[in-house]
């Protein structure tokens, strides 16, 4: 049982790491540097802490990416 449970963890992980890689190949950023991608990242979770309305912003930029999706 614990081993399942173990097994389950893994690919939840696996799962959604995949799907972050996903949301770097939308963006346009497959190819860039993988230090740029981690200093922009740090960036932008420290921008996020700081203002709510930059949020907002990129929630909606970032909403009307995936409608184009469909």
């Not at 420290?46 to 309305?53: G, H, I, N, S, T």
């Amino acid at each position: 049982m614990r081993q399942a449970s173990s097994n389950e963890a893994r690919k939840k992980d696996t799962r959604e790491k995949i799907e972050l890689g996903g949301l770097i190949a939308k963006a346009g950023l497959r190819y860039e540097k993988r230090a740029v991608l981690l200093g922009a990242l740090i960036e932008l979770g420290q921008r996020l802490k700081a203002d709510d309305a930059e949020r907002v912003r990129l929630a909606a930029i970032g909403a009307k990416a995936f409608g184009h999706d469909r």
